[in-house]
């Protein structure tokens, strides 16, 4: 009797400390579906109101003479600016929605993508900047006439040209991020590990594409095209599907 009793607070204990296990490991994964909705939205909105603010840009700054007809259309051109200022406050977002999911497997690279997703907004918070620096140039230059107006037009293609190189400075930084986004997604397999190869080649191109510019090849944008595709699938992705349930985090990778 007396080794019944002390028996069988024993097992009970076991059984009760192995319940207690069940719950922890459960959660020492979550699939953070909320966060994925939320980036495959950014990823998306973000190609939107990027591609809407550059042909809305483009179509003013484009014109042989558009300081002259700029003053009209002012209202216009600051929607473009703002449009590519929530892109920029987008890729912010981006890198701070990433951490947590990064931060499980590499805090090296949860924290250097967060950083160049900051940088890149920056970037493109610059390129804005220029774009609206265009209108008051557009003014002065509408009250200084013919005798200067070489310089006022000298001028706004000394703002377009920093404003393109702002741009492709975002757009190498935004290459990098890529490249270590998809590096973890291939190796903890957040994701089908053919979209992380697919992303390391785009953004490869995108990175590589982006030095040429600022060395002054024009490639016409061709060189975003992989990386572009690939976040609108990936964006439709992950509001559909989200991250895979059961990540092979990059400790346990060998």
Not at 183 to 208: E, N, S, T
Not at 239 to 251: D, H, Q, T, Y
């Amino acid at each position: 009797m007396t080794t019944t009793t002390l028996e069988r607070p024993r097992n009970q204990t076991s059984v009760g400390t192995h319940q207690d296990r069940v719950p922890q490991a459960t959660s020492a994964a979550p699939t953070y579906r909320k966060t994925a909705t939320t980036v495959g939205v950014i990823y998306l909105m973000g190609m939107v109101v990027g591609i809407g603010g550059n042909i809305l840009i483009q179509s003013l700054l484009g014109a042989p003479d558009y300081l002259a007809a700029l003053g009209s259309n002012s209202i216009l051109l600051a929607i473009g600016a703002m449009l590519w200022l929530l892109s920029a406050a987008g890729d912010a977002a981006h890198g701070m929605l990433m951490f947590p999911v990064l931060n499980r497997h590499s805090q090296r690279i949860a924290i250097s993508y967060a950083g160049a997703r900051v940088i890149d907004a920056v970037f493109v918070a610059i390129m804005a900047l220029f774009i609206l620096f265009q209108t008051p140039l557009a003014s002065e230059y509408m009250k200084a006439g013919a005798a200067n107006a070489a310089f006022f037009q000298g001028l706004g293609s000394v703002f377009t040209q920093a404003q393109l190189y702002a741009y492709h400075f975002g757009m190498l930084t935004v290459g990098c991020a890529g490249l270590m986004l998809n590096y973890a997604f291939y190796r903890a397999r957040l994701l089908p590990r053919v979209l992380g190869m697919w992303g390391l080649v785009g953004y490869a191109v995108i990175l590589c594409g982006s030095v040429l510019e600022i060395m002054g090849f024009n490639l016409n944008l061709l060189h975003t095209l992989p990386g572009g595709l690939w976040e609108v699938f990936v964006g439709v992705w992950l509001i559909v599907k989200g991250f895979n349930a059961s990540p092979a985090w990059l400790e346990r990778t060998p």
